[in-house]
């Protein structure tokens, strides 16, 4: 439900766009698991695997997470980090990503040697 609200709003932006190529995947993304069917005590639905589809995305979410779960829990002390930052061009892409590399590596270093310090990692 809360897809089909946010997506009708879309469609009416991407007609005003002229954009049917979006319009298209967004009507996909309305229906997606509008119907469900069960065969043999298991219940079936046709999604639309668009990105922006929350359903789409949660079963997509599950998969990653199932993947590196086992990765993840052989770690002594997994610690979760997202950073962002705006969009670049590829021409400045591999500059702008080792010095992304250096910075965070000189923030582990400094962080390790305050664990070191006291004794702790925070």
């Given amino acids: 439900m809360i897809t089909q609200a946010l997506i009708l ?9 002229r954009n049917d190529g979006i319009v298209k995947s967004l009507w996909n993304t309305y229906h997606c698991l509008n119907t469900v069917y069960t065969h043999e005590g298991r219940l079936y639905g046709k999604y639309c695997k668009n990105r922006f589809c929350t359903n789409c ?4 979410k599950a998969e990653m997470i199932g993947k590196y779960l086992p990765i993840i829990k052989g770690w002594s002390e997994p610690h979760f980090l997202t950073l962002t930052m705006k969009a670049v061009s590829k021409k400045w892409l591999k500059i702008v990503f080792k010095n ?8 582990v270093e400094k962080y390790e040697k305050r664990a070191l310090r006291n004794g702790s990692i925070r």
């Fill in 100 to 107: 992304c590399v250096t910075t965070l590596r000189k923030i």
């Fill in 57 to 60: 995305l949660g079963i997509r």
């Fill in 9 to 17: 709003k879309l469609i009416d932006f991407a007609k005003n766009d």
